[in-house]
Each structure stands twice: as C-alpha cells, then as structure tokens.
C-alpha cells in the first residue's frame, strides 16, 4: 500500500508499549511455526495500538510512527488471523468507523486519518481520480469478522443497509461482472490495495476475487438477520462472479490467472494463490497453479516471502522494477500461496512457512523484501494474514485424513 514518502522510513525499534517480544526458539516443524507466529501477531497487534482523536482505538499497518492512519484493509488481515488479540469493544468501534467512513454514494476507504477524515484515494487521496476498486469489498469483511466474533445484533440491523449500497457502488463491467477499472486518462482508479502503485486497467482480477468474498460474506449476515432470500441471491452473484473469473481472466496455456484484462495483463501469483484459496479457480486449475509454484519456487519465494509476478516478470506499468509492488517479495500472500502448493507438495509448504518464520525472527516480519533490502519491519498483515492460509491447510489436510480414515 502506497502512503507519503515523509513515512516511508524504516522503524526500527519498538514503542514503549511494555510487551516483550515472543523468544527465538528454534523453529522445526510446521507447528513451531504456527505457535510462534499466533504469538508474535498478537504481541504486533497490540504494541499496534494508536487513539484516534474521538477516542476511537486504531491499529494502523505497521508498529510504531509509519503509516500515519488507519486502513481498511491491512486491519481486515489482522481479524483473518489474530482477531483474539482484541476485545469486543475495540472490534465494534472499529467496525462502525469503517462503515460511517462510507461516502454517500457507497464507495468505501482506502484510510481514515486519526482525525477521523475519510480517504477515498490511495497516497491519501493523489492516486486516482476515483476511489480505490477494493474499498466496499473490505468494508463488507470488517462487519463479517466482526459480527461472528461479538454476535452483537445491534451492529448487524445498522450495517446491512450500508453494506449492500457499497457493493451496489463497485466499478463492474456490466457484460463479464467483473470488477472494472476503465482503462486510457487519467488514470481511473487504483486497483486492490497491495498493487496500487500498478496501473491496471479493464477487468481486474483481484478486486473481483474479493467481490466474491465480499458476496459470499454479505449473504452469511443476510441469513443470519433473517433475510433468506436476499442471502440467497448474493450466494448466486458471488458464482456468476466466480463463473466470469475463470471464463475471462484465465489464461489455459500458462495455468495462471492474469491480473487484469487490458493494461498490466501479467499473470498474477498472488491473485492465483488467492483464486484457489477462495475455491474460485476449478479444480484442474489449481492443480495447474499448484505445480507452476512447485516448479518456479526459488523464483517466486524470498525466505518464505512471495513474488507478485514470475520471475524476471515486471508490471507494463507500475512503480520501479525489484523494489514494492514491482518484484519485491512479501509475506502477505504466504498463506494463500502454501494452501495451493501443499495440493501437489505438502512438504514444500511446510518448508515455506518455517522459513517465513525464522526471517522473521532474525529481521522481524517486514513489509516486503528483496535480497538483502528489508522495508518496513513489524508490519502487521505480513505476520497476521499467513495464519489463516496455514489453518486453512492444516484444516484440509485433517479433513483428508479423517475421509480416508472413513473408507
């Protein structure tokens, strides 16, 4: 995610915050790892912590003084991971930001500075003339986590309303569904957040990977308020959506998914990773993508950290080549990518994680990396977000066991 170059200096120590950094123990197995990184992600969550000017309890994407506000999204990839490390109150207050936050049209944040200013934009508002493709998506998750962890019935009657005017508000393409970034000038809109230093134009793959999510999320809260039917036709919007992915942005000689469908056509790992995660791509897919990762690991994979594109793969058009978004390597995707490999080689993925883990212990859990270049340490969606890929995977591995057990 892109903020002011005033911010981008490295941090490199902790607030006074009075929480000890979990030990260095020896990481040998998957489940050193898993049990290591539950407990960092909670100690970087809490030492996390800024208080916004109405009182508010905000917990911006990295420690310390970086990232001068609070963001939608990195705190949506807090609560897939580590929602335990906050109380209910810090859950319903957050949630209830985010939701106010929406403009009056339906499009959702990119931000909301401490004072409580809603930003549409990315690089608080110079990015794009519209705002971010991935706002309303994500407004959806944060009332999704928030309502199955506190049940509170209050937050679901007020939110529903508002939540299915942001998902009316998002750019699609009336022929595919997919959402849609209108390509030419000026740039139209910044594409789903961990790319928006990428000029992506038509069709774009990730941001409509979450309209799915988000579809599928909004009729979960539908049916739980009661309202069956409305449930029922979101559960339908999200398999078109599904449907119109693999027909349009599917690419059958390279088994990879492209990143979007004019400008920035890149075969995209992340989004493929993510594609099978959420269950979108089919299954011959994901075997496809599965043993493309097997077989250009050492070039997609940094220290347990991944590549957005393949290797020696650039962006048309997007920020400076091997830093960023533009072949730095991030931890973000690292659970998405391991719950599609472990499909063809489960011992890699293991392997994967552990290493993730142990760079964190010996350079903290940064933003991203490349080479020796380190940026942003103690960055919270980068130890946060691989947990439920690899609770995921641990999850479809029993559930294997216990079928073959049935036989």
Same mark, same amino acid.
């Given at each position: 995610?892109?903020? %002011? ?51 508010? =309890?905000?917990?911006? %994407? ?5 990232? *001068? ?48 200013? %809603? ?21 959806v998750a944060v009332v999704w986590h928030t309502y199955r962890r506190t049940k509170d019935g209050q937050l679901l009657r007020e939110s529903l309303e508002p939540l299915l005017k942001t998902m009316n508000a998002v750019p699609r393409n009336p022929d595919t ?23 992506? *134009?038509?069709? *774009? ?24 039917? *409305? ?43 993510? =594609? ?11 075997k496809r993508i599965a043993t493309l990762f097997q077989r250009d690991y050492s070039g997609l994979v940094q220290n347990g950290q991944i590549r957005h594109l393949l290797p020696h793969v650039y962006w048309e058009k997007g920020c400076p080549r091997d830093t ?21 080689? %489960? ?26 270049v380190r940026r942003l340490p103690n960055y919270l969606a980068s130890a946060t977000l691989p947990l439920a890929g690899i609770r995921a995977m641990i999850e479809r591995r029993q559930s294997l066991r216990n079928s073959n057990e049935e036989r």
């Open positions: 995610m892109t903020k %002011p170059l005033i911010i981008t200096l490295l941090v490199l120590t902790l607030p006074g915050t009075g929480t000890a950094r979990t030990s260095r123990e020896e990481i040998g197995t998957l489940a050193d790892a898993l049990s290591w990184l539950q407990q960092e992600s909670r100690r970087m969550v809490r030492a996390s912590q800024r208080t916004m000017k109405d009182g508010t =309890a905000a917990f911006p %994407p990295q420690v310390g003084i970086g990232y *001068e506000a609070f963001w939608l999204r990195d705190y949506v990839y807090t609560l897939e991971g580590t929602i335990d490390a906050y109380s209910d109150k810090e859950l319903l207050d957050a949630c209830r930001l985010f939701v106010r936050s929406l403009r009056s049209d339906g499009a959702g944040v990119d931000c909301v500075k401490f004072d409580g200013t %809603p930003i549409y934009m990315p690089g608080y508002g110079t990015m794009g003339q519209n705002p971010v493709a991935d706002g309303s998506q994500f407004t569904s997919l959402v849609h970034i209108r390509p030419g000038e000026p740039w139209d809109r910044c594409p789903y957040g961990f790319t928006d230093t990428i000029h992506k *134009e038509g069709d *774009e793959l990730f941001c409509s990977l979450l309209y799915v999510q988000a579809s599928r999320q909004l009729a979960d809260l539908l049916n739980w308020a009661g309202r069956a039917a *409305e449930a029922e036709s979101w559960k339908q919007q999200a398999e078109r959506v599904a449907a119109s992915i693999r027909r349009v942005l599917w690419d059958p000689q390279a088994g990879l998914f492209r990143a979007a469908a004019i400008c920035c056509r890149e075969h995209d790992i992340w989004g493929s990773a993510f =594609a099978v995660y959420l269950g979108v791509a089919n299954d011959a897919q994901a960023y978004q533009n072949g730095g390597f991030w931890a973000t995707p690292t659970g998405w990518f391991i719950y599609t490999l472990d499909l063809v080689d %489960p011992a890699l993925a293991d392997r994967t994680v552990i290493a993730l883990v142990k760079d964190f212990q010996s350079g903290d859990a940064c933003e991203w990396v490349f080479k020796d």
